[in-house]
């Protein structure tokens, strides 16, 4: 069973850093693509960041690419993503999702979903 849990969310100002973290309390977090996706107020979930099970390949939105990274832990049991220089835009709900298969962007196609974590970016 797949249990995610998102923390690290906050206010964060322009060109700042922030990570967040997505923790999978479950014992096949290894086997899993993981996904990084947000939710602003009046808008539709959209993909920011996904990962493959080994951590080899990584895809990014256009518009977080060269601002955020991805990586995960498969000792630990996360999957990260480090945002730096965010920008007010960014302010959205983030949540993580796994996937059995290979990584890919369509939220609908991800299996499990954590609860979200907050990220405000002030200017």
């Known amino acids: 069973q797949v249990q995610l849990v998102e923390s690290g969310g906050g206010l964060v100002q322009t060109g700042g850093s922030l990570r967040v973290s997505c923790r999978d309390s479950?014992?096949?977090?290894?086997?899993?693509?993981m996904g990084w996706f947000r939710q602003a107020p009046g808008k539709e979930r959209e993909f920011v960041a996904a990962?493959?099970?080994?951590?080899?390949?990584?895809y990014y939105a256009d518009s977080v690419k060269a601002r955020f990274t991805i990586s995960r832990d498969n000792a630990k049991n996360t999957v990260y993503l480090q945002m730096n220089s965010p920008k007010p835009e960014d302010t959205a709900v983030y949540y993580c999702?796994?996937?059995?298969?290979?990584?890919?962007?369509?939220?609908?196609?991800?299996?499990?979903w954590g609860q979200g974590t907050q990220v405000t970016v002030s200017s």
């Open positions: 999702a796994a996937r059995w298969a290979g990584a890919i962007t369509e939220p609908s196609e991800y299996d499990y």
């Open positions: 479950g014992r096949t977090f290894s086997r899993y693509a």
């Open positions: 990962i493959s099970w080994s951590g080899g390949s990584t």
